[in-house]
């Protein structure tokens, strides 16, 4: 069983004696900053000059400096950047301002574990990794509940990184739940592969094969909707709840009985093949490279993907589907960032 720690095995008194820099305003910095903020901790956001976000952090109540006069300020700084910018940040705004033995926070490893940010030894580097979207991270918290995190310690300098790590977890609402002891690597490694071949890779394909299935054989595209995309939240509901099993046993059992003799036939052996050779990719290194290097080009990949994802048929279905249901009013917006 992994090693966990909830509330008791943490001590806020460590962190409210520090005064922590949240670098960025977007889904996890917010969560972070206003979590931390109710936690008595002393907090600075770190934004660029002009950032959109500089008035909604304002308004909130924080204060708000820009990167390098937060980071010199500092005695933690988390980097809640987008991954492809962070050593950008680092190398201009964050490295020259650093105190030498101020403590680098990360909510993900991949700048560490694919080298493109490499601390002074000087530097607690400590990743506290809220496994949930930030906007409920906030949600949570204010509800006296908290998202489970996962924390890594990559380097000890101060010889308490650990007992900083917990401190801040705690001071977000993690330990409210229990935060699972990992590695950068572990964590960087299984979080690429989750949200590629299985959350946002596996299900997004999932679900496009299956609505051009049902669509190319003549049925109405609002009823394939229906059947390959809504019902998923519910069937991930249960899941969530009580694992397959609950799943299994709330659907009928006409449904339970095509799971066990159809879901092998589409989900082949082969598929687990793919999965492999996916997770070699980013083990060696070579997704980390295809994805900044695509970023540092303008993005012509990314942005020709995104393209065509949006322009898949589904999309126009759903989105006039979810505007005429009578509980649905409320505005689409995916400005707020991701989940995964
Ligand atoms: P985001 O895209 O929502 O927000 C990033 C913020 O950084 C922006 O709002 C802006 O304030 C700032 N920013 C953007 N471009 C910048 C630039 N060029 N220079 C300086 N500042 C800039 O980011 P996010 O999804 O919250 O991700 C932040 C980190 O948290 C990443 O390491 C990510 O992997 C990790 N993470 C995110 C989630 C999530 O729920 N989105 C969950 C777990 C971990
Ligand atoms: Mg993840
Ligand atoms: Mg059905
Ligand atoms: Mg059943
Ligand atoms: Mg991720």
Redesign the pocket.
Known sequence: MAEMFYDDDADLSLIQNKKVAII??????HAHALNLRDSGVQVVVG??EG?T?WNKAAEQGLEVAPIAQAVASADIVMI????Q?QRH?YASEIAPNLKADAALF???G?NIRFGYISPDASHDICMV??KG??HTVRRQYEEGRGVPAIVAVENDASGSAWDLALSYAKAVGATRAGVVKTTFNEETETDLFGEQAVLCGGVSQLIQYGFETLVEAGYQPEIAYFEVCHELKLIVDLINEGGLAKQRWSCSDTAEYGDYVSGPRVITPDVKDHMKDVLADIQSGAFAKRFIDDQDAGAPEFLALRAKGESHPIEATGQALRKSFGWSSRDEDYTD???A
């Open positions: 960025g305003y977007g889904s996890q910095g934004l660029r950032s976000s809640l950047t987008p991954d910018v940040v990360f909510a993900h991949f990794a809220p979207p930030g960032g991701s989940a």
